[in-house]
């Protein structure tokens, strides 16, 4: 089942299409034939087997009714080794059921996934397909603010691909002030919070709270409540919530187990191994 992390990120794309294409073309230097809008296509391959086959988000760039290229876009958070198979069925229904070209996007939000991604498959001895993979090194760094407010999804993917980028505190401060407040930005808050680094959503919090008169209920609520509870009953949220929005299991046990730590050094280690951890084991390992 995909997780909640895996969600919001294709929500990115399905809030602006136009995204995918943007990163084709001005960050992996990939050519689109001309178009004159983006729309989202079917993502499910029911003349295969829908149980098996159903791609994370399908765009497709078209001249009116007529479909110019499809781009299928895979969310993958670990290397998984069944997409080497699934992957080219994708692309090759695509293009026969619109009869356009196609183009495979991966989005990584870490390296090691991104390095296994971009492995050629070899479908057949003269048919090899190489993924177009984007990594967070790829992500432009976005510290303007009028790009961020045409563009706030690229805007979050800075935010997050950046976290420890020496822009980190200009990249969330106009993350911050351009983005977030707008009602589209609430949506994204939690895949934000969820992925940066510590000290990063400190300081964007530090930020989001700083004599700013938010109007949106729901930015008061989440930047404020860390501070109403305490320092370490924030973290201990703030941890709980990571876990659970990246598909963790989260029993009773382990919930009484983060609460009654008061240690701010150890909540600390255990919210910077949450965001990229891929087992329990490995966020409460000492």
Not at 106 to 120: E, H, Q, S
Not at 172 to 186: D, F, S, W, Y
Not at 221 to 237: H, L, N, Q, V
Request: some cysteine; hydrophobic content about 40%; proline content about 7%.
């Amino acid at each position: 089942m995909p997780s909640h992390l895996h969600e919001r990120l294709i929500d990115l794309f399905r809030q602006r299409p136009q995204l995918a294409a943007e990163l084709l073309t001005t960050v992996l230097g990939t050519p689109l034939p001309e178009y004159d809008h983006a729309r989202l296509e079917s993502s499910d391959f029911p003349d295969i087997n829908p149980t098996e086959y159903r791609a994370d988000l399908v765009v497709v760039f078209a001249n009116g009714t007529t479909p110019a290229v499809a781009v299928v876009l895979e969310v993958q958070l670990q290397p998984d080794k069944d997409k080497t198979w699934t992957w080219p069925v994708y692309l090759t229904t695509l293009r026969a059921r619109l009869k356009c070209p196609t183009i495979l996007l991966v989005l990584c939000p870490d390296k090691r996934t991104a390095i296994y991604c971009r492995k050629p498959i070899t479908v057949a001895p003269s048919f090899t397909l190489s993924p177009l993979v984007l990594s967070p090194e790829d992500v432009p760094v976005v510290t303007d603010p009028a790009t961020a407010k045409t563009n706030p999804e690229l805007t979050v993917l800075s935010a997050i691909a950046h976290g420890e980028h020496p822009e980190r505190e200009s990249i969330l401060t106009v993350l911050a002030t351009c983005v977030l407040p707008a009602e589209r930005g609430t949506m994204y808050i939690d895949l934000v919070t969820g992925l940066l680094p510590v000290a990063a959503r400190h300081f964007l919090e530090s930020v989001m709270t700083a004599g700013y008169e938010y109007q949106n209920e729901l930015i008061r609520t989440y930047f404020f409540e860390g501070k109403a509870e305490g320092k370490a009953d924030g973290e201990a949220s703030a941890l709980l919530r990571i876990l659970r929005h990246r598909g963790f299991e989260v029993d009773d046990a382990l919930v009484a187990r983060v609460e009654q730590q008061t240690d701010l050094a150890q909540l600390d280690a255990w919210l910077d191994r949450a965001l990229d951890a891929t087992a329990l084991d490995e966020v409460f390992k000492d």
